[in-house]
């Protein structure tokens, strides 16, 4: 859950995913917001699904801070 659904294109928000990104070069990460509430959404998917997980917990922490 965020308290504000800022823009995730701005700075510090696009560096924290880019920087996730980077974790799973030959995976794929989706970050978005969910239409009807205010929760932010976020899909990792890595050949290693400890990875994955690791990466998405370690992201969803970040933003959580980023957006209260």
Known sequence: ???A???LSSEPISSLIAATQAK???G???VRYSGTE???R????DQDDTVAQQVGSSLAQAL????R
Not at 64 to 67: A, F, G, I, M, R
């Open 1 to 3: 859950h965020v308290g």
């Open 5 to 7: 659904k800022k823009d």
């Open 24 to 26: 799973v070069p030959h």
């Open 28 to 30: 794929r990460l989706i």
């Open 38 to 40: 205010n929760v932010v």
């Open 42 to 45: 976020i899909f990792v998917e």
């Open 64 to 67: 959580q801070k980023e957006l």
